[in-house]
């Protein structure tokens, strides 16, 4: 599996928005790249995924760089509810009617003060 | 509509017993993983299940682990002779392959405490 860096912790403030890095500089032509996160004492949660394009949900977005060896996670506003642990995975694509098992890593550890 | 759900919540057992945590997917998911989260190892894989095929084991840390999934719905994850480095949290996740597969949801877990 192809690895993904993180920072280990960032800080942001309520309100304000929030860039979370990745780099994957070993990414292959079709990996996917997804993100999760997981708040305290909960199951991690799914964000958004892409794959060359860059990403809109009502979450977050995505964006991926041309050569695609790094991407952000970009929360709009920061809230409260937003500090949880962030994990960037790459996986490659499903065979039809397939599952992907995920790789974590250690993810980002995201404190937002109010 | 309802999400998840793993049972029981919280587990205390004694090194050397077995162990059985249940996992009840979201209706109509076709696939069901199994990962633990401990504070060694963080988040790890461990087995899925997929439709009417083969189960991938390949994240079973030991032959003392094993997992089976009934109907294509409820599946159980069953440690036998259980030890102190199993305690852990386990995590069971669906997802609606064919459909928007990437998107694993995750139950909130088991905790297991092994004594």
């Known amino acids: 599996d192809a690895k993904t860096t993180q920072p280990n912790s960032m800080e942001s403030n309520e309100e304000e928005p929030v860039h979370l890095p990745c780099n994957h500089s070993?990414?292959?032509?079709?990996?996917?790249i997804h993100w999760y996160r997981q708040l305290p004492s909960q199951g991690p949660e799914y964000v958004i995924h892409g794959l060359t394009s860059n990403v809109n949900n009502r979450m977050a977005s995505l964006a991926i760089a041309e050569d695609r060896k790094s991407s952000t996670l970009i929360l709009h506003r920061a809230t409260l509810r937003d500090a949880a642990v962030y994990y960037c995975i790459l996986s490659p694509p499903l065979i039809i009617q397939g599952a992907q098992k995920l790789v974590f890593g250690q993810g980002t550890r995201l404190t937002i003060n109010p | 509509g309802a999400g998840v759900s793993q049972s029981p919540s919280n587990k205390v057992t004694e090194k050397g017993k077995d162990v059985e945590l249940r996992c009840d997917p979201i209706s109509g998911h076709t696939a069901l993983y199994w990962y633990r989260q401990s504070l060694g190892q963080g988040l790890e894989f461990l087995i899925y299940?997929?439709?009417?095929?083969?189960?991938?084991k390949s994240g079973l840390p030991s032959d003392r682990f094993s997992a089976e999934r009934t109907g294509g719905s409820v599946s159980t994850l069953t440690i036998q002779r259980t030890q102190q480095e199993d305690s852990a949290v386990y995590l069971c996740a669906s997802s609606l392959a064919g459909g928007s597969p990437y998107e694993q949801y995750f139950g909130p877990g088991t905790r297991l405490t092994v004594t």
């Open positions: 070993t990414i292959s032509g079709t990996d996917y």
């Open positions: 299940f997929q439709g009417n095929s083969a189960p991938d």
